[in-house]
């Protein structure tokens, strides 16, 4: 089993910056791809962006420009550099790991809450 624990989530203002992490733990080897999803009250879980390799990330259109995935496989962690925050990018953001690429979330964390408000 692999174990995933967030931090850095918390409350911002329209334009501003905040950075996610996430520490991956347990049977490591077995992970390919990371990656973070969000969920939206009243909305279905969306894939945000995912890292395979710095050359190979992926990330949603409504993302694209103002995000920025990356990880540190000696430390088996990944990380969400969110600029230009939205309104709309208020969500509980998890972090996920998987066995394959294109990403497949076979291991979630708890989850952290992102609020962006004035």
């Known amino acids: 089993q692999v174990q995933l624990v967030e931090s850095g989530g918390g409350l911002v203002q329209p334009g501003g910056s905040l950075r996610l992490s996430c520490a991956a733990s347990?049977?490591?080897?077995?992970?390919?791809?990371m990656g973070w999803y969000r969920q939206a009250p009243g909305k279905e879980r969306e894939l945000v962006a995912a890292?395979?390799?710095?050359?190979?990330?992926n990330y949603a259109d409504s993302v694209k420009g103002r995000f920025t995935i990356s990880r540190d496989n000696a430390k088996s962690m990944v990380f969400l550099q969110m600029n230009s925050l939205k309104s709309e990018d208020t969500a509980v953001y998890f972090c996920?790991?998987?066995?394959?690429?294109?990403?497949?979330?076979?291991?979630w964390g708890q989850g952290t809450q992102v609020t962006v408000s004035s």
């Open positions: 996920s790991a998987g066995h394959r690429w294109p990403m497949t979330g076979d291991y």
């Open positions: 347990g049977s490591v080897f077995r992970v390919l791809t």
């Open positions: 890292i395979y390799t710095p050359s190979m990330t």
